[in-house]
């Protein structure tokens, strides 16, 4: 799909979501500089919430739906391990919770950062979450993290100091039905705001985050090669941030399959208490093998299981170490690992290409891939009630 035409992508009607998976290596650099050019405004904005907490930890709760959900759960473990945990209690918690259950998930008393992910910033629960927050939390300052200039919850915002709006690159604000570049360019963002790291080893990180990404573009016969038998289900596993990537992965091929392929995520670790149930002949099973070296024995230890048990047709481990793995794997050459915060946005590239694949393979279009209107790009069909307190 990568090296067709631009004429023949547009007959498969897959023009914007494969130029938006391929685009990706280019926009992390581009990502890490406009970080860079809103350092001291970031700055700014931790040291005011620090001195509003005292002597407490603020509350950094990142919120949004579906796929912007998903980039909080990929983040939280890594920062929580990389992140100032003195100074931060990091949290994922999807705005349709907080729209739909506030006071089970936000503290009036505690000083809390809402970080806001969207691409468009119309979809209602977004804009709903930010205004209960503000009812609800006595000291909020609020990120937003977003792909649209002109969406409202970057312009609905007030222009006060508690309030920062961070804006992709241009080309993030995907044209596609799914969310890719603008998932790996904000999933970036919040690793590199809230990672303790110094901004020089940031950059190598990028750096070698791009040159894995360009592999995954060059060797996607590798991944066409993953699909070419008969299957009808499809699993993700992981531990950790990748764990929480295995959410994301596991959409991509569940919308743009319109749900025609089912799938399945889990942990590692997790995946034997009963979702292993899920596996039969016709299912291919995916594993994001994690860099760290205790971790990983997990990881390989549940590919080695599920194929000593014979019954999935196809396992699979992904990313740097992969092939650690007795069976198939999709490995990256590097000189260096890359913690799996980072390594997440490599990783998604190889499931977001395979969900690409996938579209085709079962006769969908992967730009418009609901043809029932069922799901939009855009959440329809909201109804926000009024909160009072």
């Not at 799909?1 to 650099?29: C, N, V, Y």
């Not at 998932?183 to 950059?203: G, P, V």
């Not at 993953?226 to 990748?242: A, M, N, P, T, V």
Request: charged share 20%; proline share 4%; with cysteine.
């Amino acid at each position: 799909m990568f090296m067709l035409s631009k004429e023949e992508l547009q007959k498969r009607g897959a023009e914007h979501t494969t130029q938006e998976i391929r685009q990706q290596p280019d926009l992390w650099q581009e990502t890490f500089d406009r970080y860079q050019k809103t350092a001291p405004e970031l700055a700014r904005l931790l040291a005011e919430a620090k001195q509003t907490a005292g002597e407490r930890p603020i509350r950094v709760v990142f919120t949004g739906a579906g796929t912007s959900q998903y980039v909080g759960d990929t983040v939280v473990p890594f920062l929580t391990k990389q992140g100032n945990t003195k100074q931060f209690i990091f949290q994922s918690i999807g705005s349709t919770d907080i729209v739909a259950t506030p006071k089970e998930y936000l503290i009036p008393e505690e000083t809390t950062i809402l970080v806001s992910f969207a691409r468009s910033g119309n979809s209602p629960e977004s804009l709903a979450a930010v205004e209960i927050a503000n009812q609800l939390v006595h000291h909020l300052y609020h990120i937003v993290i977003t792909c649209a200039p002109d969406g409202l919850l970057a312009t609905q915002i007030p222009a006060k100091k508690e309030n920062l709006v961070l804006l992709m690159p241009d080309k993030a604000n995907d044209a596609g039905f799914a969310m890719t570049s603008s998932f790996s360019c904000m999933t970036l963002t919040a690793l590199l705001i809230f990672d303790q790291t110094k901004d020089a080893q940031k950059e190598g990180y990028v750096h070698q985050l791009s040159q894995l990404g360009k592999q995954v573009v060059q060797r996607e016969s590798e991944i066409q090669s993953f699909l070419e038998s008969e299957f009808d289900r499809i699993i993700y596993l992981g531990s950790g941030s990748l764990g929480g990537l295995t959410r994301e992965a596991q959409l991509k091929v569940l919308e743009l399959t319109a749900g025609k392929i089912a799938t399945v995520f889990d942990s590692s670790l997790g995946f034997r208490h009963g979702p292993k149930s899920f596996v039969d002949q016709r299912t291919l099973v995916f594993l994001f093998v994690s860099n760290d070296s205790y971790t990983q024995k997990y990881d390989l230890d549940m590919l080695e299981e599920i194929k000593k048990d014979g019954i999935a047709q196809r396992v699979v481990g992904i990313g740097q170490q992969a092939a650690l793995f007795s069976g198939d794997a999709f490995e990256f050459t590097a000189e260096e690992l890359v913690p799996d915060g980072y390594l997440a946005l490599a990783d998604i590239m190889v499931a977001q290409t395979i969900a690409l694949h996938c579209s085709v393979k079962v006769g969908n279009t992967p730009d418009e891939p609901s043809p029932s209107g069922t799901v939009n790009r855009v959440v329809q069909g909201v109804t926000i009630y009024p909160y009072e307190k």
